[in-house]
């Protein structure tokens, strides 16, 4: 288990990461979850010591990163596809990582095969398309066959092809009883992915828990549009089994009862429906809603009284 | 520890630059003493009145007078094992295989020193092979026995890790190899020069790099370190360059 407590990290005047805490459970795949700017690449160079903090911890089940006798064997790490030197092979590349852990070469072309690199082994990475040095990082992660892997951003700039291997990929490797964190800033992508969220803004922790829990009590999680010649009569009898109503022009939209409520109110009462249709917060609009406070750059509200 | 010297090794000899580099040392080193030993005129006055038939120890300088520049340039060496590191952001996949810092220091130091120490052996026996047969050719070979060969030779090899250690130390602390480059070639061949010139008798043997060169000039200079002195003087720069450098690449951001 991954433990993250208080960390805190400024850059000059900004606060990147604020007091930070959030755990991140083995054979899950964890969904690290916030705009652009809000902390997570930061967040996850100081889980590995890249990056000092000025307070706080990230632990691997009790110990920090530079406890580990061979990191590369229990946390592997694809941070940036882009952490690789172009006139270097993908093999050597991997090879120097291989021998500082004490790792036995052969896994290199284990894990080159593993991505599908295997061809191009020997070729120098400068050449390689972004996909490909994904997958070369993928396989940098995979070397050690640790039990903890954090991806920051891997789809980024691949293909729907690359996007359903790696998230495949991903999910296999939670399957595996391996503890998976990867961040995104696209919660559509995430709920595809991930089983449970972790979701920050400006550096906090805004909310932890699985992903049906996280758009189940965002926003008003559902609602019922319902039209009728009777919506004034009908809005009241919502009203009077406990649901919420706002009104419109012979419509109203309800929460905090179902479709099936309604439609039997209505049948009860003998009244006429023209339309009553279930309506879901779409993931991006949850996601929007619940980091609204934190988002450092909004697009500015359009003025009310305009017209 | 051999573990991570090992990968060090492969990591220098993998890039290509790195490769070029160390061809171009060893053809600039031994080149230029086997072509001065081809060409440089026997029979007039060189620098102490003498013509170089009749003084053993020009000629020895003479075949190795292409160190000036390969020294140099393993500097240069030692400014890229680190500097590259950070231009190609390869130091976040180094230290997130290694987060003890110092111990990937350490073993790019120590595979450094090995390193040149080796590279200036060979280069250094091969000058002397190359040009002394150059200079047997036309008739005046070279004397091994004459006062001071010995500690021309043996000076030149010890100076390989001492400039490689002080680039290793500016690239640590500059972080971005141009600038670093320009550093510890400008540094000796231009400043040094400068300030030796001009304040012969008050900083002037305070400069490290000539302080270190005493050990291969043949007469102790007025107000300049004596030979081991000067060379002491100069390693101790270059390993505070280095403890300056560690202690920064610990506490910054990767
Ligand atoms: N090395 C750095 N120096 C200065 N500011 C930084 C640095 N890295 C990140 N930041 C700032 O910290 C904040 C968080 O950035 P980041 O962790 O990259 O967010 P995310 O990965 O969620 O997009 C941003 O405001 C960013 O500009
Ligand atoms: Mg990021």
Redesign the pocket.
């Known amino acids: 288990m991954l433990e993250v407590r208080h960390l805190t ?1 400024r ?2 005047a ?1 606060l ?2 604020n007091d930070l805490s959030f755990d991140v459970r083995e054979g899950r795949v964890t969904g690290f979850l ?12 100081i889980m590995l010591q890249l ?1 000092r903090p000025q307070a706080g911890t990230a632990t691997f089940s009790g110990r920090s990163y530079r406890e580990l006798k061979h990191p590369l064997r229990e946390v592997g790490a694809l941070l940036d596809a882009g952490y690789v030197h172009p006139t270097r092979t993908a093999s050597k590349h991997l090879r120097y990582l291989a021998l500082s852990n004490s790792i036995p070469t052969r896994r290199v072309d284990e894990v080159l095969e593993l991505v599908g690199l295997g061809e191009v082994a020997d070729k120098r990475v400068g050449g390689f398309s972004l996909g490909m040095r994904q997958r070369l990082g993928l396989a940098g992660a995979l070397l050690g066959d640790p039990g903890v892997l954090l991806f ?2 891997p789809v980024n700039g691949l293909d729907p092809e690359g996007i359903l291997w790696v998230r495949t990929f991903m999910q296999r490797l939670a399957a595996e009883g391996r503890t998976v964190l990867v ?1 995104s ?1 696209l919660l559509s992508e995430m709920a595809l992915t991930a089983n449970d969220l972790v979701v ?1 803004g400006r ?1 906090q922790l805004i909310r932890q828990g699985s992903v049906d829990e996280f758009l189940n009590q965002t926003a008003s999680g559902g609602w019922v549009e319902v039209r009728s010649p009777q919506a004034e009569v009908l809005a009241a009898l919502v009203e009077g089994s406990g649901g919420r109503v706002t009104r419109g022009q012979g419509s109203f939209s309800a929460s905090g009862v179902t479709a099936a409520d309604v439609g039997e109110l209505a049948a009860a009462n003998g009244i006429v429906l023209h339309e009553l249709s279930p309506k879901q917060v779409s993931l991006e609009e949850a996601f929007i809603e619940a980091t609204r406070d934190a988002q ?1 750059y909004t697009s500015a509200p359009l003025a009310d009284g305009a017209s | 520890m051999i573990g991570l010297i090992r990968a060090e090794w492969l990591k220098l000899r993998s890039v290509r630059s790195n490769v070029i580099l160390m061809i171009s040392i060893a053809v600039l080193a031994v080149g230029l003493g086997a072509l001065l030993a081809a060409v440089v005129p026997l029979d007039d006055p060189g620098p102490n009145g003498l013509p170089l038939s009749l003084d053993p120890l020009i000629r020895v300088q003479l075949v190795t007078a292409g160190f000036g520049l390969g020294l140099a340039l393993l500097g240069v060496l030692g400014v890229q094992v680190i500097g590259q590191e950070y231009r190609f952001n390869t130091i976040r996949a180094t230290f997130a295989a290694t987060p003890r810092r110092g111990r990937v220091l350490a073993a790019k130091a120590v595979l450094l020193v090995v390193a040149t120490l080796l590279i200036a052996a060979i280069l250094v026996s091969l000058s002397v092979a190359i040009g002394g047969a150059i200079l047997a050719g036309r008739g005046v070979g070279l004397d091994m026995s004459a006062p001071g060969t010995w500690r021309l030779l043996i000076g030149t090899w010890l100076l390989a890790p001492g400039y490689a250690l002080a680039g290793f130390g500016v690239g640590m602390i500059l972080r971005q190899p141009i600038g670093s480059i320009v550093a510890v070639l400008a540094w000796p061949m231009v400043i040094e020069q400068i300030v030796v010139g001009f304040l012969t008798d008050s900083v002037g043997r305070w400069m490290p790099y000539h302080a270190g060169g005493q050990v291969v000039e043949e007469h102790a200079r007025e107000h300049m370190f004596g030979p081991w002195a000067g060379f002491a003087y100069f390693l101790g720069f270059a390993l505070v360059l280095c403890l300056i450098g560690a202690v920064l690449v610990q506490r910054r ?1 990767a």
């Open positions: 990290k850059f000059g900004v990147a990461v916030g705009p652009n700017g809000s902390g997570k690449s930061t967040t996850m160079r990056d920051d951003e961040s800033h920050i550096g450092q | 951001d």
